[in-house]
């Protein structure tokens, strides 16, 4: 039942990267709801009540502190949450299932399936159900039918509400979002749940960026925006390798067809490939609902995205080898950032992993170094063999390295004193500039050899 001095009780279960940061907006901006986040995992859980929060977001960290014991709270009595919640947003992981039917592509659903019992089960009154993990089409469907089976007779209404927030950036994401998107089915229940979370987010965002339309169409937008999103990205990372194969530059190119208004400048600029959590997962999960359609030649249209994401990846690592006289061996490496973007820790599919399995079976030696990721970075090369070692401080990683290969642009990374780093380096010194962020002429003036993607290099040798 909802506490006297709070309007409705929200419950998010899931504490992760959607879950906490969201919760944490909607805290803030709406004093008169009661928010609780729970998680199976305990030390999640507590890492959200400490002062070191479990992911690191730009802005977070003041935001959580300035609502949490007051209207946000987290925590792992889950039964209790639900019991008590009039709205449960549901934020469990989806990751791409990795066994049987649709392996490599499909979704996941055991731990959205497990949520769902776990609601039936402790639910005595009517709720509104949120998916806001990205989910395949239709499974709104299926999330009913679990929660209308048996002989509960407790309502749920289902609606989607898919999160854009992207890493790095979410707090301003959430707090100034281009667009709210939510689906529900077209029916007396159905609408008036749908305007119930719509009073939410009319705490803060204006009327007409709250877009609403029927389940199926929210559900596949999420999908359909990040394989867009990401086909822009494998769209120009093409065109870098013809611009290196030529004396084009990418930047020239993506900065000229930017300013054409229909196209927009955002979202081209050439890299290493791109990572994070859902762009590969969703792309996969969209050619798995075309090839259950049949729909094959959209499958495989969308799949060749993810195609020239990996041929990117091996590209670049196929760059530096080349410019190193073809072997690696035995030769030292600065890899300089592992997340897979700036202003997160996160590791999840990051550019980093792949390449950097690649140079250690190469057998080069690595130093990494990543200003919030390297505890990540460990375990995700744990069982990959190899001399690596994970350094905190740049100016140390480059100690004797023959090459520097910046594949995260952290904005610290352009800072550096690059004289003092070519100095403690071996010669002749390489640096591959996988997201074009660097002075080239500058560090070619010092006496680099400047590798950048899409562009000719600026080599001494
Ligand atoms: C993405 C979507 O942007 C967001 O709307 C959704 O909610 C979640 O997925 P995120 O994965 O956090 O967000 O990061 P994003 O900024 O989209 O970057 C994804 C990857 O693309 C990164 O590895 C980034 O380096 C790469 N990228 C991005 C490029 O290589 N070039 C670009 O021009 C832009
Ligand atoms: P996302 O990026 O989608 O937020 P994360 O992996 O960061 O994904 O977070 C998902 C969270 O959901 C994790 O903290 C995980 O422990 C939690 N979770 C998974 N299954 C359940 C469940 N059945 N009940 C509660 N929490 C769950």
């Not at 979002?177 to 705490?203: C, E, F, K, W």
């Not at 023959?402 to 403690?424: G, M, P, Q, V």
Request: proline fraction near 4%.
């Amino acid at each position: 039942m909802t506490s006297k001095k709070f309007k409705k009780n929200i419950l998010c279960i899931g504490a992760g990267y959607v879950g906490g940061p969201t919760m944490t907006i909607i805290a803030n901006k709406c004093p008169d709801y009661k928010v609780t986040v729970v998680d199976i995992s305990k030390e999640r859980i507590d890492a959200w009540n400490s002062d070191k929060l479990p992911i690191f977001e730009p802005g977070l960290l003041e935001r959580v502190l300035s609502v949490r014991g007051k209207n946000l709270f987290f925590s792992t009595e889950i039964d209790l949450g639900i019991n008590e919640a009039d709205i449960i947003f549901v934020s469990v992981n989806t990751p791409t299932k990795m066994f049987g039917e649709g392996a490599g592509k499909a979704v996941d659903l055991q731990f959205i399936e497990q949520t769902a019992r776990r609601i039936k089960n402790n639910s005595k009154t009517n709720k509104i159900v949120v998916e806001k993990s990205t989910l395949p089409v239709r499974a709104a469907e299926a999330l009913a039918t679990i929660l209308h089976s048996g002989d509960n007779s407790v309502e749920f209404e289902i609606l989607s509400n898919p999160e854009f927030m992207a890493e790095g950036t979410g707090v301003s994401d959430m707090e100034n979002p281009d667009r709210i998107l939510i689906g529900s089915r077209d029916t007396v229940s159905g609408l008036a749940a749908r305007d119930i979370l719509m009073d939410i987010y009319l705490h803060w965002v204006p009327k007409e960026r709250l877009i609403t339309t029927n389940l199926w169409s929210s559900e596949l937008s999420k999908l359909v925006a990040n394989a867009v999103l990401a086909q822009r990205i494998s769209s120009i990372n093409t065109i870098a390798s013809l611009c290196e194969a030529t004396e084009a530059d990418v930047t020239e190119v993506s900065r000229a067809i930017g300013m054409d208004s229909r196209i927009g400048s955002k979202f081209l600029n050439a890299g290493p490939g791109f990572g994070g959590s859902c762009f590969r997962k969703d792309i996969l999960n969209l050619v798995y609902l075309c090839e259950y359609y049949q729909l094959n030649e959209v499958a495989a249209f969308w799949e060749q995205v993810v195609s020239i994401n990996d041929y990117q990846m091996e590209r670049y690592v196929k760059r530096i080898l080349q410019a190193m006289f073809n072997t690696l061996v035995g030769k030292k490496m600065a890899v300089f950032g592992f997340a897979f973007k700036p202003d997160t820790g996160d590791t999840r599919d990051a550019p980093a992993i792949y390449i950097c399995k690649r140079l250690l079976e190469e057998k080069a030696c690595l130093k990494i170094t990543d200003p919030y990721a390297l505890d990540n970075a460990r375990n995700d090369l744990q069982s990959i063999e190899g001399k690596k070692e994970f350094i905190e401080d740049p100016y140390k990683a480059v100690e004797g390295v023959h090459a520097i290969a910046l594949i995260t642009e952290w904005s610290s990374y352009k800072k550096l004193d690059y004289r003092k780093i070519f100095e403690k380096m071996e010669k002749p010194a390489f640096i591959f500039d996988g997201r074009n962020c660097l002075d080239h002429q500058a560090l070619y003036k010092i006496g680099f050899n400047v590798y950048p993607v899409g562009k000719p290099e600026l080599s001494h040798l």
